[in-house]
């Protein structure tokens, strides 16, 4: 087990700095986000529930690094090849968790707001083959920019805006039971 000896004289030059602005600062955040259907035959509107925790990794840049979860609800209708390889339109509802890492770049803060870059990506589980015609798993990606307001006491509340794309991964074209969004997305993170 390491543990370090932190009895340096006031005079020692080689004395290590310890002060916690030395240590890469963490997170804990929690947000809600919403999704309206992007293309006109897949009609699914999405709400997820996350939660993460993350560090900053390079400060110079802004450099953010968060794992977490995700719990989502989608319901709606898609239009899609049957099994008679005609189109039809399935009417669909599903839940599913997974888990989730968030990469974010914050270059900017001017006083009490910051500006970030978010890219999210992850793999959630379903309750049941979702959208019609895909499997029990789905890939998500979330892409978008935030602006965060410090509201005091190491808690900002995060703004953005997001694009999102579910896949199963099963290819390219009217046979892939894949949908698109775009939305809203609300965070309180808080410093720890």
Known sequence: MFCPNHSYSQNDS???NLESSSFPLKFLEFGLEYYS??????????ININGFIGKEFVKSIGL???AGATITHA????????KYNKEEKF???????GPVVLVRVQPLTIGRFSFSVDGLGGIILYNKSFPPGGDYYNFMFRLGSTIAFYLGNDLNLNIGLRRMHISNGQGVGSFNP????????LN????L
């Open 37 to 46: 259907p992007s293309h006109w035959n897949r009609q699914i509107k999405t």
């Open 188 to 191: 309180v993170s808080k410093k």
């Open 64 to 66: 953010y690094l968060f």
């Open 75 to 82: 319901w709606g209708n898609i239009i899609a090849v049957n």
């Open 178 to 185: 894949f949908y698109e969004g775009a939305g809203l997305s």
């Open 91 to 97: 009417q669909t509802s599903a839940m599913g968790i």
């Open 14 to 16: 080689t004395a290590i």
